[in-house]
């Protein structure tokens, strides 16, 4: 997901929808595609293990 840039997130969660006035002001600015591209960071970032439970992998 990460080499994808977050587009599987972004299929069923859509920046331009989220409102950024209802979040603390990290997470708003985080949320703004001009960040990620300025910083090269994507939403697995800052969510991964937190938004949805890892994968699991067997060794």
Do not use: Y
């Amino acid at each position: 997901m990460d080499e994808q840039k977050s587009s599987t997130c972004l299929k069923c969660h859509d920046v331009a929808k989220m409102d950024k006035e209802k979040q603390p002001g990290r997470a708003a600015r985080r949320h703004d595609p001009v960040f990620w591209e300025e910083n090269g960071k994507s939403c697995i970032d800052c969510h991964t293990g937190i938004a949805h439970k890892r994968p699991f992998v067997q060794d």
